[in-house]
């Protein structure tokens, strides 16, 4: 299974809480409805909290700040997502999907990873 991590950061015009609200509420309903024409399987939001713990984390590792917060979508396979965008359904999807997002991230600051898990340590039940 491919999985593609989107590490988002918000408008620069919008609050931290404002983003998450967008992106949960009206975001992720897009996401859901459109899900089949571009052949998602999973769509899991991590929202950023800007706590004591992240704040020494980007101080002690020296990293380039912190993302408001992190999409996690997974498809059966590159063939398989590349066929789905291929199609007027997939095309129309993305577009609507692209348009969506310019309303609440900052894409020219957000990165994207695409690759397949490998667990190392202990499995997630919840």
């Not at 409805?33 to 571009?38: E, G, H, K, M, N």
């Not at 800007?50 to 498809?75: F, I, K, N, S, T």
Request: charged share 30%; net charge negative; hydrophobic share 40%.
């Amino acid at each position: 299974m491919l999985k593609m991590s989107l590490a988002i950061r918000r408008r620069a015009d919008l609050t931290h809480r404002e983003f998450l609200d967008y992106w949960h509420d009206v975001h992720a309903p897009l996401v859901v409805r459109l899900a089949a024409d571009i052949r998602l399987l999973r769509y899991v939001q991590l929202h950023g909290e800007d706590g004591e713990l992240a704040r020494q984390y980007v101080a002690y590792r020296g990293v380039d700040g912190m993302h408001d917060g992190v999409a996690q979508l997974w498809c059966k396979s590159e063939a398989d997502r590349l066929a789905a965008s291929a199609t007027s359904e997939g095309m129309e999807a993305a577009r609507l999907l692209r348009e969506d997002e310019q309303q609440f991230c900052d894409l020219a600051r957000s990165t994207v990873c695409f690759g397949h898990e490998r667990p190392i340590l202990g499995q997630m039940t919840s």
